[in-house]
Nanobody, 124 residues
Framework: QVQLVESGGGLVQAGGSLRLSCAAS????????LGWFRQAPGKEREFVVA????????YYADSVKGRATISRDNAKNTVYLQMNSLKPEDTAVYYC?????????????????WGQGTQVTVSS
């Protein structure tokens, strides 16, 4: 059974930083893509960044490019999302998700497994 557990969210002032973690278990992820999405109140879930687990290829949404870094710890089966220079518009529930393919996808429907989400709130 695949489990994705996010942590690291919280309340931060604009300009601050957070590191989100996604601990993954239940399958071998070497052939998968792990993505981060976010959903703000009243808005659709949107793509943030994705990482191909084996090749290390990454793709960032324009909204976070230059402010976000995705990384992985293979030994811990954990993926991290470092977010810097946070803005109030980054406020959302952040979800990690797994796409059982080596090809990075930008749409939420392409992903097969989802975590429960972690709340990030950026105050102005």
């Amino acid at each position: 059974q695949v489990q994705l557990v996010e942590s690291g969210g919280g309340l931060v002032q604009a300009g601050g930083s957070l590191r989100l973690s996604c601990a993954a278990s239940g399958r071998t992820f070497s052939g998968d893509v792990l993505g981060w999405f976010r959903q703000a109140p009243g808005k659709e879930r949107e793509f943030v960044v994705a990482l191909s687990w084996s090749g290390g290829v990454t793709y960032y949404a324009d909204s976070v490019k230059g402010r976000a870094t995705i990384s992985r710890d293979n030994a811990k089966n954990t993926v991290y999302l470092q977010m810097n220079s946070l803005k109030p518009e980054d406020t959302a529930v952040y979800y990690c998700a797994v796409k059982t393919s080596t090809i990075i996808g930008l749409q939420s429907y392409e992903y097969d497994y989802w975590g429960q989400g972690t709340q990030v709130t950026v105050s102005s």
